[in-house]
């Protein structure tokens, strides 16, 4: 097997997903690469070293800068906060690396453009880990959407909710927290949630013409951990937004981080001419299927185990009927970008394809401030 150099930026939750997926693929799955984790590289150095320690990366840097010059790492995976996407990115690209970046790919639409701009120059293998796509029920719902079995789509529907923002005592900024600071996520739950929401969107119902938000922040101020200082919230910590399609169908997208009880409840629903299709994440190996041609009688909401070897990405884990989870969705990503490697073929979404939702999401956040709908700038 060819030795494929891996160096990751950042050890949080999301550092911690894609190693355990670069041990797991060449495990599970046939590839003709091998990850090596060459490099973990972070500010804190000790943090750092118990990162490497704790996955077996071969070593560690603290400057991201000097990690990008060595030779010997072919593939930089950026899992460091919102704001230092671009950055780091830019000048992996320059540097002839390929690139994996966890979402979202930037601050902003005009950001992320700099970020395509730069890989597809460069002409490096780039992906971005919108990693619900790969749950095996969401990518059947993919592959019964193409085949034509809904028909014609009339509706789609999403929402991811959480609740782990609701005292108001809890800071913003510095580690585990700086989703809640504008400055380094670039949005609230738009940018956080709604984007995994909006990326499965697109892919499984094609792109968005226009949108209609509604934007809140609940809590106005918050300590700030790093300043020590009470500081504004420029976050959204919910949003709600009609769409429409461009294939005609009408949305309705929610997200929030004050519904009480609700942990990571993402959902969603698609009504066709002939079937509908709904998904929930806290039962993600279950498909619900509702088909108009079956007999009348007998007619009804299918509940679907997705757990047999003809399901997607399931011949490749355990025997039948046996179930996988959240952490397997990174390691089909990989997976997937491995070979996609082999063929010479992009890996999805692309810089260029999750492009398409940070536009969506500048234009949600917009039509929140403007009570107006707001068109969806074009990726050209
Ligand atoms: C936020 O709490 C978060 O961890 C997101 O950042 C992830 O992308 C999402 O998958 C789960 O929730």
Redo the contacts with the bound molecule.
């Keep these: 097997m060819k030795k494929l150099n891996i160096a990751l930026i950042g050890y949080g939750?999301?550092g911690r997903t894609h190693s355990n997926a670069f041990r797991q693929s060449s495990k599970f799955f046939d590839l003709q690469y091998e990850p090596v984790l060459k490099c973990v590289c972070a500010r804190d150095a000790a943090k750092a070293q118990a990162f490497a320690d704790n996955w077996g990366y071969e070593g560690i840097e603290t400057d991201w800068r000097k990690l990008i010059e060595r030779k010997d790492i072919d593939v930089i995976d950026i899992a460091a906060p919102n704001n230092v996407h671009a950055d780091i990115a830019i000048a992996a690209a320059k540097a002839g690396k390929m690139i994996l970046c966890?979402?979202p790919l930037s601050m902003d639409g005009p950001q992320g453009k700099k970020m395509v701009a730069a890989v597809e120059k460069a002409g490096v293998p780039n992906s971005v880990w919108y990693?619900?796509r790969r749950v095996p029920a969401v990518t059947l719902a993919k592959k019964l959407i193409d085949e034509g079995r809904l028909g014609r789509i009339f509706h789609y529907r999403a929402k991811?909710l959480?609740d782990?923002t609701i005292n108001p005592e809890l800071p913003q900024g510095g580690a585990g927290l700086w989703?809640l600071d504008v400055k380094v996520a670039g949005s609230g739950v738009t940018g956080?949630?709604l984007?995994?929401c909006i990326d499965t969107a697109i892919w499984l119902n094609g792109g968005v013409e226009k949108v209609n938000a509604m934007t809140e922040t609940f809590v106005k101020e918050r300590k700030h951990s790093l300043s020590g200082k009470v500081e504004k919230v420029g976050i959204d910590d919910a949003c709600a937004f009609l769409a429409r399609f461009k294939n005609g169908s009408l949305a309705t997208f929610e997200s929030t981080?004050y519904a009480r009880g609700h942990k990571?409840l993402?959902t969603l629903e698609i009504n066709g001419e002939h079937a509908s299709i709904a998904w929930d994440l806290h039962d993600l190996h279950r498909l619900q299927w509702f088909d108009h041609k079956d007999e009348g009688q007998v007619r009804g909401w299918r509940n679907l185990h997705i757990s047999d070897s003809d399901h997607p990405y399931m011949k490749h884990w355990w025997v039948p009927g046996l179930q996988i989870g959240?952490e397997h969705t990174f390691t089909h990503q990989f997976a997937d970008f491995v070979k996609s490697l082999e063929k010479n073929d992009p890996c999805s979404p692309s810089f260029r394809e999750a492009l398409e939702t940070q536009y969506i999401c500048d234009a949600v956040l917009k039509s929140g401030k403007t009570g107006r709908w707001e068109k969806v700038t074009n990726v050209k």
Aim: charged share 30%.
């Design positions: 939750f999301m966890e979402k990693n619900y991811f959480q782990w989703r956080d949630l984007a995994h981080r990571a993402y959240y």
